[in-house]
């Protein structure tokens, strides 16, 4: 089975580079989400990027145009209907992942695979939300989406080889190199990526250093390109304690717990970069 026709459910950060990339394959893609303004302001973002890559070099204004005609906006899941798959990138909540995916099941041809392209949650239970546990599948990408090579691709308990064949093939069309993983709480990256960022702030917590010495020393020492503190903050606080949370209650092993200056971040809404503080400030 090839892939020619993509819906990307959500128009986020990681949805629109998922779209992106999709487009620049050749896919058409449906961009979905709840309004038409964020999938449209989307659209805007991505046409600017291309046309930076245009500006350097990067790209060819015939590429820039032959992607931006791939995205097609929508509003409304029932665009679905004839897509080969399905690839979901909105908020990592299970109960609100779990309707998306009852909602796909009902609308998407038979052969559609719907794939999720959560960090941390298991595919077999969003798959159990669906009459097609075998066509569900995880394509986590990593951030930012047209840039970062790497796509786990996580089988439910009744994913099917034939459903791993074609989205590890998909992976490999748009330029990605995919990596095979159980389905298990946080996956490869993330159990090592928040294990590593919750441990930054528990050294900020107990005063070993400041914010901007411990991302130097992962930066200097470890030759990081950016420290776990600013990283925290672009990843979105809310988020890192949302994946700690499923980390800490899918081992119960008090080592997942997240710090209490997390929580205490997060509950004054001190989110990173998004919401112009977390352990930085952002202007």
Known sequence: MGVSSVMVVGAGQMGGGIAQVMAA?????????????????????????LEKDVA?????????????????????????????????AIV???????????????ICKPGCILATNTSSLPITTIAATTKRPEKVIGMH??????????????????????????????????GKTP?????????????VLQMMINEAIYCLYEGVSTVEDIDTVM??????????????????????????????????????RPCPLLKQYVAAGWLGKKSKRGFYTYD
Do not use: W
């Open 25 to 49: 394959a050749g896919k058409k893609t449906y961009m979905n989400d709840i309004n038409m303004d964020l999938v449209k302001g989307r659209l805007d973002f991505i046409e600017k990027l």
């Open 56 to 88: 350097k070099g990067k790209t060819t204004e015939e590429a820039k145009a032959a992607t931006m005609a791939n995205l097609i906006p929508s509003t409304d899941m029932k665009d679905a209907a004839d897509c080969d798959i399905v690839i979901e």
């Open 92 to 106: 990592e909540n299970m109960d609100i992942k779990g309707k998306v995916f009852s909602s796909l099941d009902g």
């Open 141 to 174: 990408f990593m951030n930012p989406v047209p840039v970062m090579k790497l796509v786990e691709i996580i089988r439910g308990l009744a994913t099917s080889d034939e459903t791993y064949a074609v989205v590890k093939g998909l992976s490999e069309e748009i």
């Open 179 to 191: 990596v095979e993983v159980r389905d298990v709480p946080g996956f490869i990256s993330n159990r």
């Open 219 to 256: 930066k200097l020492g470890m030759n990081h390109p950016m420290g776990p503190l600013q990283l925290a903050d672009f990843i979105g606080l809310d988020t890192v304690l949302a994946i700690m949370n499923v980390l800490y209650d899918g081992y119960a092993d008090s080592k997942y």
